[in-house]
C-alpha cells in the first residue's frame, strides 16, 4: 500500500505523508513545521488547515473532519484525532482488504486542547516512536501540572518572571489553557500568540492570555519559543517543558532554571499501548530508535524500522 520515496507515500493515490519539501499532492498529519512544506495540494483536517495557513499562507487543501472517510486516488481515507496539538490526525487508509494506519506524531491521554486520541485497528501500522525506549515514561500528567503551578506561583510570589519555554504550537497553548485555568494570566510571545488565536477561532478557549509586548507586568507568566534570548529588564526563571525533560542533565542542555516532562508525545508504555490496541499484522517505526522495533518483535509482532533513524527531534 505503500513505498518509501524520501519519505513515505501511498502508492495508489500518490499521497506524499508529512513530506517537508514541496509535493504535488500531501496528507499533513499535523501544523508543526517539521511536517508540512508549501504543497501543491494538501489533505489536512479543518483545524491543520487553519494552522497551515497562519503558518505558510494560504494554499489549497482539501479539509478532512475527524472520522468522516473520503474516497480519493482509489483509496479510502479517514482522519483520526491523534492527541498531540489541535487538528494533529492519523491516516487511516483503506484499499479493498488491506488498511494501513499511519500516527504521526500523538499522544494518548488527556490534554487541555487536543482531542483526545482513537486508534483504529488496521492490518499495518506505522508509528510515530519518538520515545521509543524504555528510558522514556513519563510520570503522571496530574503530577507534572501540579508541579509547574507550584513552581509558577512560587516565581511570581518572590516577584521574579516565570518564563515557560515551549514551542509555540500546541506546547505553548497547552501551557496556557493549564495556567489560566488556575488563574494565573500569560503573555506569549508574538509566534504563540498568532497561533493561539487561531485555537480560539477553531473554538478552543484559552483563557486570560494577551500578547508579551515590552516589559512582563507583574503577576503575569511569560511563554517564549526556544532559543529565546534571557531579558535583561526583570528577574526571570525559566522553565522547559518537554519529554526530554525525563533525561538527567535536561536543564543545563535547554539552559533553563527547571524542565518538566510535559509531553504532546506518546511515552515508551504508551507506545506499547498504542500498538496492542491497533494489534496490526505488521508495524513500521519512524523517528525512533531502532532498539523499540526489536522490543515489539520481542513481543510477537512482525515490526521493522522505517526511514533513517532521526536526531532527536524538538516537536
Ligand atoms: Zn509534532
Known amino acids: 500500500m505503500f513505498h518509501w520515496e524520501g519519505g513515505?507515500?501511498?502508492?495508489?493515490p500518490g499521497l506524499a505523508i508529512d513530506f517537508r519539501r514541496r509535493q504535488p499532492r500531501a496528507f499533513i498529519s499535523h501544523a508543526h513545521t517539521d511536517h508540512m512544506a508549501r504543497h501543491a495540494y494538501a489533505l489536512c483536517?479543518?483545524?491543520t488547515a487553519a494552522l497551515y495557513h497562519a503558518r505558510l499562507g494560504p494554499r489549497p487543501v482539501l479539509e478532512m473532519p475527524y472520522r468522516e472517510p473520503i474516497e480519493w486516488g482509489g483509496v479510502r481515507l479517514t482522519a483520526y484525532p491523534a492527541g498531540h496539538c489541535l487538528g494533529s490526525a492519523m491516516l487511516l487508509a483503506e484499499d479493498g482488504d488491506q488498511s494501513l494506519l499511519y500516527t504521526g506524531d500523538f499522544k494518548l491521554g488527556e490534554s487541555a486542547t487536543a482531542e483526545a486520541a482513537e486508534l483504529p485497528p488496521a492490518k499495518i501500522l506505522v508509528v510515530e516512536s519518538t520515545y521509543g525506549h524504555p528510558d522514556y515514561r513519563m510520570p503522571p500528567r496530574a503530577e507534572v501540572?501540579?508541579?509547574?503551578?507550584e513552581l509558577v506561583r512560587a516565581v511570581l510570589k518572590a516577584g521574579r518572571v516565570p518564563t515557560i519555554v515551549a514551542y509555540s504550537l500546541g506546547k505553548a497553548q497547552e501551557v496556557t489553557r493549564l495556567l489560566t485555568a488556575e488563574g494565573i494570566p500569560v503573555l506569549q510571545h508574538r509566534t504563540a500568540f498568532r497561533l493561539s488565536r487561531v485555537y480560539e477561532a477553531c473554538g478552543v478557549n484559552l483563557g486570560e492570555y494577551r500578547l508579551l509586548d515590552g516589559r512582563p507586568e507583574p503577576g503575569c507568566a511569560v511563554i517564549v519559543p526556544p532559543r529565546t534570548p534571557p531579558r535583561e529588564d526583570v528577574s526571570?526563571?525559566?522553565v522547559a517543558v518537554t519529554g526530554w525533560a525525563v533525561d538527567a542533565g535536561a536543564k543545563h542542555r535547554f539552559g533553563v532554571d527547571h524542565a518538566l516532562p510535559l509531553s504532546d508525545h506518546a511515552d515508551y508504555d504508551d507506545l506499547l499501548e498504542a500498538v496492542a490496541r491497533v494489534d496490526p499484522r505488521k508495524v513500521y517505526c519512524t523517528h525512533g530508535p531502532e532498539s523499540f522495533a526489536d522490543r515489539l518483535r520481542d513481543d510477537g509482532f512482525d515490526?521493522?524500522?522505517l526511514g533513517r533513524p532521526s536526531q532527536r527531534r524538538l516537536f
Open 8 to 12: 513515505l507515500k501511498l502508492t495508489r
Open 45 to 47: 483536517t479543518p483545524a
Open 145 to 149: 501540572v501540579g508541579q509547574l503551578l
Open 236 to 238: 526571570e526563571v525559566r
Open 303 to 305: 515490526a521493522h524500522p
